[in-house]
């Protein structure tokens, strides 16, 4: 049913409402160790003259050490650190600003990608699990109104290493004891910053792989820690599901009915809310993993108990949990979060029907934690 062009087609300036699917044709970053399985890692160090077992050093060096810098890989001879480090292990991320909150144990982190893009992660550890909310693409041309992301559109998709050094760097400050709590690691990681992971597909899920294989393939963080949100690409969510990997997915709903999700999630005048919603029982059914339905209230445009009630039926009886999510205004946005009576009266009436409900706390919100706002205000 996409009706996008092929990968690579320069992107045309969308027309109010419309969607831009695909990243405008750009030099790409350069080739990293994190975005090669093991089978290519060994492939690219025997085409460097090195044995493959080198492959195997790199990698633990990388994933269990959490170094990315190959003159300090002792395990390594001299003369290969600098060749292996130059094809391996260029720099992808330059940190740009570091905001910090919650005493510390929030930690937003603006980054600037090789070509200038600029793209946001959180850092968030609680007392029983510490997450990173990583960026899947530099912009997003999903055109949702109220987001501060999709105000600017899409730039380009991330690679896979650019997706997973994000998950690296928080991983390494925590090793190191610079987050409150004492070292510790990442349990979680939720493609919920900037970008539509589903419109980048390929890299997402190489990502997605890297994250959750065992050392010395990749992180070894569990799959169930792992949350791929989307707000509905209907094909792709059926190409998740048949992936084998049981991460939780996210649906971005934020209006149960048609008439105010197309202009919430202009995506929606593609897919509707009953062929999205199939598409998520589909994925439930197939991963035996509940689905988590995000739902941004936002006031006086879908936080009224009748559409409480219309979600309700929706989503009552499945395999299912819904995140309602108090809106971060965007400065200067028409678009503000629901009054406290609102929400409340909004939990009730989902409790009524019987669906398990719970409101996102609104860590980082001041520091701009809405995905896209830091980028916005560079
Ligand atoms: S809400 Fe998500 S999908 Fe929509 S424009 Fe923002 S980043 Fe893109």
Redo the contacts with the bound molecule.
């Keep these: 049913m996409s009706t996008a062009s092929p990968a690579g087609t320069p992107a045309r300036t969308p027309a109010p409402g419309q969607l831009t699917f695909v990243a405008p044709r750009r030099a790409k970053p350069a080739r990293h160790l994190a975005d090669l399985t093991m089978a290519e890692r060994r492939a690219a160090v025997a085409e460097l003259g090195e044995k493959p077992f080198r492959a195997d050093q790199l990698s633990r060096q990388y994933f269990d050490k959490l170094n990315g810098d190959p003159q300090s890989m002792t395990d390594l001879p001299a003369a290969a650190r600098e060749k292996l480090g130059a094809a391996l292990f260029p720099a992808l991320l330059t940190p740009v600003r570091e905001l910090a909150t919650d005493g510390g144990t929030t930690r937003k982190t603006l980054w600037r990608l090789f070509d200038g893009a600029l793209v946001e992660s959180v850092l968030m550890r609680y007392t029983d699990r510490t997450t990173m909310c990583v960026s899947s693409q530099a912009g997003?041309g999903?055109?949702?109104p109220f987001?501060a992301?999709?105000q600017a559109g899409l730039t380009r998709n991330m690679s896979t290493a650019e997706i997973v050094e994000q998950v690296v760097a928080g991983a390494r400050a925590l090793a190191k004891g610079e987050v409150p709590g004492g070292p510790g690691r990442v349990s979680n990681v939720v493609f919920m910053g900037?970008?539509?992971p589903l419109a980048n597909y390929k890299a997402v899920i190489g990502a997605v792989r890297r994250l959750v294989e065992p050392s010395p393939s990749g992180l070894g963080i569990s799959a169930r820690g792992v949350t791929v949100s989307t707000?509905g690409l209907v094909p792709a969510i059926g190409k998740l599901a048949a992936e084998g990997l049981p991460v939780t997915l996210a649906l971005?709903l934020h209006a149960p009915d048609d008439e105010l999700r197309d202009t919430l999630?202009p995506i929606n005048t593609r897919w509707k809310v009953a062929e999205v919603l199939d598409a998520a029982w589909d994925y439930a059914a197939k991963t035996k993993r509940r689905v988590s339905i995000e739902y941004a209230l936002i006031k006086d445009i879908n936080d009224q108990e009748w559409r409480a009630d219309l979600l309700g039926k929706l989503v009552r009886n499945k395999l299912v949990h819904v995140n309602l999510i108090p809106l971060n205004p965007t400065p200067g946005s028409k678009w503000t979060a629901s009054r406290p009576e609102d929400e409340r009266a909004f939990v009730r009436r989902l409790e009524h029907h019987g669906v398990p409900v719970t409101v996102r706390d609104t860590r980082g919100r001041e520091i701009d934690g809405a995905?896209?706002q830091l980028a916005a205000a560079e």
């Design positions: 997003c999903m055109n949702c987001c992301t999709g900037m970008g539509e707000v971005s999630v995905c896209g």
